[in-house]
C-alpha cells in the first residue's frame, strides 16, 4: 500500500540509512516527511538533535532515487510499509533506532495483535538442532504463533520450513534488499514464504548483502518479537548478537540446552548460565506468555500438531533444503569417526561426486563475492584457524577482514570460533 507520502519516506530512508538513531529524535519533533522534505537550509540548521552530515544530506532534495523505488515496488508488486503507517509494528516503535520503513514481499500480517517469537541459530547446524528448530518451530505455527527468523543457513531456515509446513506465519528478515536472493540456495523457500508469509527488510531494492548489515537485521529480528530462542551456536555467532539485542531491547530470550563439549551449544549454555529461559520445546514458551495471550495462542491445534511435527527428509527438500544426515559440513569438534562415517547404500564414488559438486557450489558462491572476500579465503590455512589480522601481510587490515570473513561465514564457506578465530567449513 503506497500513500501520497510514501515517496518522502522513500527519501527519508536514503538519507537517515539503516538502524538511525537520529531519525527517532528528527520524528519526535517533525512527524512528517514531507514537512522534513520541505526545510529550508536555515531550519536545517535549527535541527540540533541531529548531526551535520545528517543535516548535510536532508539539503539534498533530489526524488529521482525515490522514484526508482517506488515505481520498482508498484511494478513488483513490493508492499512499504512506513513509521508513518498504522500497521508498522508497534514493538519496533520502542526501539531507540527503529526502521524508517519496511519493504515488503508477500502479505504483510499484522503483528501487533499477535506473540511473534524469533528463531536463530547457527548456519553449520547438527542434527539435534535440525530437529529442535523445524519441531519448536512447527509447533509454534500451529499454536498461531508468528515465527520470525532471518533466512540465513541453517536454523533460520529450518524454522521457516517447520512453520510452513504446519500452516501458519513466518516472516523473514533479510540484510540485504528486497530484490536480491540471499542466501541463493533458498529460491524456493523464498517463494513459499512470500506466498504465505511475508519477507521484508528496511534495505533499499538492489542492495547487496554486505557484513556489517547483519547485526544490524539481528535487532529487526528481535524487535519484531516478544521473545527469542537461541538454537545452537558459538559465543561469537550472528544468534548471540541477536540475543544480546534482545536483551538490550528488553524482549525475553530462550535457549535450547545442548551438550556442553560441542562448540554449536556454548553459545546457548551460557545464556542459560546467565539466566536466559530453558526451551526444551514450543510448550516452555508458550507458557511463559500463557496469561497475556491466551485468547490468542490455539492450545487445540497445538495438540494436533504434535502429532504431526516430526521432521522428514520430504520436508526439507520441498523448499530445497539439503541439511540431512549425509550433510558434509562438520564442526571443529567432530571426531575422526565421526568425519568418515558413510550413511548405508551411498557408494565412495557417489561421496566423491556428492563431494564434487560441493566443490563446485562453493566455488561459484565464491566467485559471487567481492575481491577482498575471495582474497581472504585465498590466504586462509586448510588446517588451523586464523584470527582477522592474520592477513595483514595481503595488505587487508583487520576491519576489512573481519568483513569479509563474515561474507565468507554467512555463505557457509567459514565458521567462526570461540576466540574471535575463523576456520575454513
Known sequence: MHDKDTLYWIWLSLHCGDASREFRLLIERIDSPFDIYRLEDDELLGLHEVGHVLRDRLADKSLERAYAILSFCKREGIDIVTYGDRRYPKRLRTLEDPPVLLYCAGTFPDLNSRLCVGIVGTRSISEYGRQSAYTISYE????????????????????????????????????????????????????????????????????????YHFPKRNRLISGLSQ????????????????????????????????????????GPNELIRNGANVALGAEDILMHYDFLYRNVINYRSLRRAKRNAGLTEEALLRYGLAYGKTEKRQTPKQTAEQAVDTPSGVSKKEESVTEREASDASAAILASLDETSRRVYGAMPTDHAVAPDAFSDEGIGIADAVTALTMLELNGLVQSLPGGLYLRS
Do not use: W
Not at 538490550?248 to 556454548?266: H, I, M, T, W, Y
Open 140 to 211: 509454534l505455527a500451529a499454536a498461531e504463533v508468528c515465527v520470525i527468523s532471518g533466512m540465513a543457513l541453517g536454523v533460520d531456515a529450518v524454522a521457516h520450513a517447520g512453520a510452513l509446513e504446519a500452516g501458519g506465519l513466518t516472516v523473514a528478515v533479510l540484510g540485504c534488499g528486497i530484490d536480491v536472493l540471499y542466501p541463493r540456495a533458498h529460491k524456493a523457500l523464498r517463494r513459499a514464504i512470500r506466498e504465505y508469509g511475508a519477507i521484508v527488510t528496511e534495505y533499499p531494492p538492489g542492495e547487496e548483502p554486505h557484513g
Open 227 to 266: 521473545g527469542v530462542l537461541v538454537i545452537e551456536g558459538n559465543l561469537s555467532s550472528g544468534a548471540m548478537i541477536t540475543a544480546s539485542r534482545a536483551i538490550a531491547q528488553g524482549r525475553d530470550v530462550f535457549a535450547l540446552p545442548g551438550k556442553v563439549n560441542e562448540s554449536n551449544s556454548d
